[in-house]
């Protein structure tokens, strides 16, 4: 079974930087789409961003596109999400989950229906200060 563990979240003020990591154990997920969720107090977990088997496609939610990156390091078994100009509304745990239905696929569809996805590691806290 695999286990995968975020990294990374903290506290910090509006329009600064994070780098989050997902770090997987038991199995390799070199083949695997993997993505980003974030869920806020009080509100349903959410999709942040996707990304392919081998990192040529890749999806955003429309309120993070154009300041957060998702990538992946399929050596290290890794996948990052780096966070840009940070807002008071991304304030949220974020957790990482790979799509396991599918093998070296390019469509990140699936990411877009958050229920699809079964469990859920412990996620990392992200808190943005204004």
């Known amino acids: 079974q695999v286990q995968l563990v975020e990294s990374g979240g903290g506290l910090v003020q509006a329009g600064g930087s994070l780098r989050l990591s997902c770090a997987a154990s038991?199995?390799?997920?070199?083949?695997?789409?993997m993505g980003w969720f974030r869920q806020a107090p009080g509100k349903e977990r959410e999709f942040v961003a996707a990304i392919s088997w081998n990192g040529g496609s890749t999806a955003y939610a429309d309120s993070v596109k154009g300041r957060f990156t998702i990538s992946r390091d399929n050596a290290k078994n890794t996948v990052y999400l780096q966070m840009n100009s940070l807002k008071p509304e991304d304030t949220a745990v974020y957790y990482c989950?790979?799509?396991?239905?599918?093998?070296?696929?390019?469509?990140?569809?699936?990411?877009?229906?958050?229920?699809?996805?079964?469990?859920w590691g412990q996620g990392t806290q992200v808190t943005v200060s204004s």
């Open positions: 038991g199995r390799t997920l070199s083949g695997y789409a």
């Open positions: 989950n790979a799509d396991y239905r599918t093998w070296a696929s390019s469509n990140l569809d699936a990411f877009r229906r958050t229920d699809d996805f079964g469990s």
